[in-house]
């Protein structure tokens, strides 16, 4: 090679060198402007992120984007509060301590939900995809899903809130993935239930229920905007279309069989067995599977037809128990038809439940765990098992089935405000003492009470002005004017409450009547000084008012026999008063009553309460009495006006017996001849009647009725138990607490407070000193209190006895009832002699009340 | 296992502050089956501080009760909301002391009545109460988040 050669070449390749030298210091030099932009921008990131308030520094990698779904923040958390005090908080301005303590810790297994028990579980719905078969699904998959969301319907009426019952299954928060469209109105129609259900609770007079019902919808869809009359008509024609291929799989299966037995023949003619058997075996292999409405069916483990029947009956079951709780009330019998075909495609779902998957997929209560919205901390829960759901819905089948009767079995047409007012207590304290469901208490107050008042029946505001003009012994038309109409008015809210408190359970039955009491009171006092309007309306009437004004300089014993007098006695009865006292009395005995069924009340108290409840039954018992003989001294009253103006009219028709003989004569009178013999006869026979009648009066006010017989009974076991307990009480055998020296309340103060809501409706001066007087306790020794407890259940037994005798005219519930009654008194009288025996002869027992037997009159054992 | 200790060697004091919250809710969270957050303790204790007393036994919490007032209806009233002590300390009159204090403390400040919730199947603490004059006045159904009903226990002071 050349000299210049190898120089041109030298000098190329330093060309290059310099070149490549330069390129690089171009990518350098870019580089660097790199680095300065970013430096730039980072200054810039920096600039926008929040400033740190405290001096240290914050960790440079945390706002890097996170690697997983959770970043652990604990140096982060660390470093921002080492500089706050003990105590110190970091809040907004809007902080109210009141309101976060509803708030879970977060971390803390026992309130928080979310918290992960096992790195594999779910813990969000975005993780079940692919988890669970949204397309070609099985067919026991199908049934199982079917299943599974009966049993969360049914943990849902146990009172579990919707987002771990009904959204714990996939498929309804992937509605629009699933390709079988059948299982997607079977879905949406199973949670439209759980959305009538919450409507009626809340609409119901139970709406206050919280306890036993969660009607939030924590953050879940209720569906409510989607409209029950577009689900139904779909399921309806899938419902049309089942029965149909259901009808023509039969017939197929028919003809098959026909055509079978046809080859058959041919077979033994033709001697083609083999040829048939693989014909067979290969239609066979081809009927190993079906798919049908996008449901892929295993022959192999269920038949077409058995498959088309287990879909039928759990589409029908979930159309019924929707359509009989949109019924109207006035179509009661569609009610019970729709609840009698649920039930009965009940036992189908239950026959064919072994078609289903074992582990149904798509399943998972707390899915939802982290998306639930406060207030409440979620805890875990499971849904019921399906022989415990299908329980649960048979039981509450049968409740509502009851309800469904009851308006039949109970005269709601009648007049009888009283009545009505005792046979839905009655109906109500039955249906009640076995603990009926919510969504059967929420259908009482809708089934039975609307605006008006009662199913079936009269308005509240005419039975209520009825039983008041029953009261009143006046003219109807002085119940016109207009206080006595407002008042009934006024008085229709509370009535209908009174009956409302009956649907709820016992505990919030007792408040409310509780509240109700300070209201009603209010009305009591205005009842009171309509009363007065009305007797002196009354004694203008009947001129009683100038005769008592007479009477008034005259002594107190002319006076006494004035008030004797039956006008005086109807014309000073205070209708309205009686009336509400009536009503009051009921209710109080009934509150005093739950505190004995809500174990409420400590032994110490029994003697006190048991001689209130005493009170009360012979408040009720004889405020029944009185105005059963207002009553009757009305009707003797207008008797007797009869028998005047029957003698009145035939003064002149007056002759000795001769005229009558003769049947002629020169009398006094006018209009003779042979009729007046006659018209005398009737004139006689009318008055005997009335005699009779009158007599008649005063024999019914002896008698008592059943219902104040069971008063009286009761009555008389309160005061047995009342010197019961006050005899315990003198031999110690019943702790004090009064008598402990840290003792904070006295037993008068416990006991004022007990009675206080009932005695602003009693309107009674009962109080704790009277209590004392009326026992003579301090005085009273332990002995006399025992013979007089046991003296009074004896007079207890003659009633019940006398009851008994008239069995065959008692209910069932009075006949159960009068059963227990007798076995409460036995047993007491005999622990009561037992007690006194040992007490005489100095030995320490101590006493156990029970309430097993009889809700609110115990059994007294004695150890 | 109770300890055999003289009660003389139990000083009760108010609560003081913050510093003292982790042992009181180490106790309780021991005792009670209801979950409670912080939030809940600082509820009481930061405006109702003169009602939360704490049992001591050489300089160490072992037993608390926590308590607040506000009207009701015509009356103040007083409310216990959480009471408990050490499972060592049991047996020893502690709990009684501790919800006499916080009543006597009520007392100063006009409280009419004093109320508090104990599980049904309570029977030691409903008796504890029982002692002093509370009454059950109200059943509560599934008052707890275990689905436990409660009484509502009252007190006229």
Known sequence: MSKKNTDQNQETHQEKEIEKEKEKEKE????????????????????????????????????????????????????????????????KEIFILDMLMTVPDIGVTKMDAGVFRDPNELYSIDQTLGK?????????????????????????????????????????????????????????????????????????SIHQEGEYFIATNLGYNYMDELDVNQILPIITRYEKRIKKDLKESKKKEKENEKENEKKKEKEKENQKDKENENEKKSEKEKENSKVYLDISIDLTKIDFQTFLKSLLCRIIFQKRIVQYLLVKKTQLSNFKQFLNESLMQLQSII????????????????????KISPPAPIKKIELLTFEKATELYQQIGKELLVLCEAPKTLNLKTKNLKFNRLQLSTFFDEFNKKSPNILSRALISLIFFDEDGFYGGNKLRELIMDNVVNYSFVDKSFLNEKPIKQLGEALEEPILKFFLTLCNNRGRSRRNLSNLFENWEIYVQ????????????????????????????????????????????????????????????????RYIKSGFELDLFSTFEYGSIYWYLSYLYLIKWQSNQAVKTIQSEYRKYELRNEMKSIKKGHDFNTQPSSNKRKGKGKGKGKGKGKGKGRSKQTQKSKLSQIRKKIKQEGNLIQERTTENNFKFLYQLISTALTSSFLAFETIGAITIPENSKIHFASREKIFQRRIASVSKIINSALDYQKFKKANNIGKASAESFFKQAITAFDQALNIQKKLQQKVSQLSENEKLELNVLKKVIFTNKISLKLASDMHSQNKKYTIEPRFDLHKVFPTISVK | ???????????????????????????????????????????????????????????????????????????????????????????????????????????TIQCKQVVLETEIKNKSAQALYFRLGFVKTKRLDNYYLSGEGAYRLKVWI
């Open chain 1, 28 to 91: 350098k030099e870019k580089e660097k402007e790199k680095e300065k932009e970013n430096q730039k921008e980072e200054k810039i990131e920096k600039k926008e992120q929040p400033k740190s308030p405290f001096n240290k520094e914050i960790p440079s990698d945390i706002f890097d984007e996170p690697k997983e779904n959770w970043e652990d923040i604990s140096k982060v958390l660390s470093t921002a509060t080492s500089e706050l005090k003990i105590g110190q908080m970091v809040h």
């Open chain 1, 132 to 204: 669970f078969p949204l397309e070609k699904i099985e067919a026991d998959q199908v049934l199982g899903v079917m299943d599974k969301l009966f049993c969360a319907q049914m943990t849902y009426l146990m009172g579990e809130n919707i987002a771990q019952t009904m959204y714990s299954c996939f498929y309804l928060q992937y509605l629009d993935k699933i390709e079988c469209d059948l299982l997607k109105q079977f879905c949406l129609i199973s949670l439209k239930f759980c959305s009538i259900v919450r409507t009626l609770i809340l609409t119901s």
């Open chain 1, 351 to 370: 026959s064919t439940n072994k078609y289903c998957i074992k582990n149904v997929l798509g399943f998972y209560t707390d899915i939802n765990r982290r």
């Open chain 1, 526 to 589: 205005h009842g009171t000084s309509l009363d007065h309007m009305i007797i002196l309306k009354k004694m203008e009437k009947i001129g009683l008012f100038e005769k008592i004004v007479r009477n008034i300089p005259k002594s107190t014993q002319s006076n006494r026999n004035l008030l004797d007098n039956a006008q005086l006695k109807i014309a000073l009865h205070r209708p309205i008063s009686s009336w509400m006292l009536d009503i009051s009395s009921e209710y109080a005995i």
């Open chain 2, 1 to 107: 296992m109770s300890k055999t200790i003289d009660p003389k060697e139990i000083i009760y004091e108010q609560f003081k502050d913050e510093s003292q919250m982790d042992r009181i809710m180490e106790i309780f969270a021991s005792v009670l089956s209801e979950p409670y957050s912080i939030f809940t303790y600082r509820h009481f204790t930061i405006d109702w501080k003169h009602l939360c007393f704490n049992a001591m036994h050489n300089g160490k919490i072992i037993g608390s009760i926590i308590c607040k007032a506000k009207q009701h209806k015509k009356h103040f009233r007083g409310y216990i909301g959480m009471l408990a002590v050490d499972d060592e300390y049991r047996r020893k009159g502690i709990a009684t002391k501790l919800v006499l204090k916080s009543i006597e403390a009520m007392k």
